[in-house]
């Protein structure tokens, strides 16, 4: 069974989508196995964001995910990594499909809501960035 890492970014929870996203990744059938709010330390949003570091928007980007609480969570289902990476759409919500989160909810690729681990590999890095394992049911 697939594990990832999903997270509703600073503007979903200021937006009140949090109950939105929950609902959608419940109504799927996917399982949280891992869920927290909280505020990211800028030393954890740099290295899971490490692979866009010395991009011209990477310091934003930093800031941004920095910039309120958010949710974490982890997932697990059959092909979880890409069917929720799926569910929320395009980077860019301009070419997010209606009916995926991004192109229900979004109109700006430098606050899209929501975050998706990429790779098998990425997860594992990112559930371990954000959760110990003993946070994980
Ligand atoms: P994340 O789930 O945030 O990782 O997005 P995704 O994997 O769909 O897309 P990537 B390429 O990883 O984008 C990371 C964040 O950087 C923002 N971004 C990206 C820009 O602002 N400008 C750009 O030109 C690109 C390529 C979008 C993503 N996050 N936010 N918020
Ligand atoms: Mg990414």
Known sequence: M???FAMIKPDGVKRGLTAEVL??????????????????PREV????????????FFDGLVEFITSGPVVAIALEGEGVI???????G????ANAEVGTIRGD???FVG???THGSDSP???ERELGLFFKSEELL
Do not use: C, D, F
């Open 2 to 4: 697939e594990r990832t």
């Open 23 to 40: 609902a959608r990744i419940i109504k799927k059938g996917y399982r949280i196995v891992g869920l927290k709010q909280m505020v990211i």
């Open 45 to 56: 949003a740099e290295k899971h964001y490490g692979e866009h570091q010395g991009k011209p």
């Open 82 to 88: 890409a069917g929720w990476r799926k569910m929320m």
């Open 90 to 93: 395009a980077t860019n919500p």
């Open 105 to 107: 909810y979004a109109t």
């Open 111 to 113: 606050e899209n809501v």
């Open 121 to 123: 590999e990425s997860a």
